[in-house]
């Protein structure tokens, strides 16, 4: 089941984070996926951790653009990333994080986070383009 689908207004003008964002969007849906099922433990985790790879591989990418781009609200926009990050991983290593709830908590925060960052934040770079 698609969560969260990228749609065309989504774009921010380059199709290199475009590709980005959609793999990012494509991943969510797998891990979401794989959590409805509670005997998927690992599986979850793994994906997970690829997500979180991903994301930083990502991330990277993106703020060397805006970089590059001069554009005006760099500082606030890594630390946003940032932000997701460390949240991430402090669920991914919380004390009892196998447990099916904190799965479905880390799945919840991730799925909105993506899709809001996406649609606000990373959609104020398409101007600079
Ligand atoms: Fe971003
Ligand atoms: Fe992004």
Known sequence: MSLVTWVDAYSIGNDEIDSHHKKLFDMFNLLY???VDT?????VYT???ELLYYADYHF?????????N???DTAMHM????????TVMSFRHTEGVSSNELVKETVKFL???LLLHV???DSKIAVYF
Do not use: P
């Open 111 to 113: 799925g909105n986070w």
């Open 33 to 35: 996926d794989s959590s």
């Open 119 to 121: 649609t606000k934040e």
């Open 47 to 49: 994906l997970l951790d």
């Open 60 to 68: 990277k990418a993106e703020e060397q653009l805006m970089i590059d």
């Open 70 to 72: 001069n554009y005006v």
């Open 79 to 86: 630390v946003r990333h940032k932000y997701f990050i460390d």
């Open 39 to 43: 005997d998927n433990g690992t599986v």
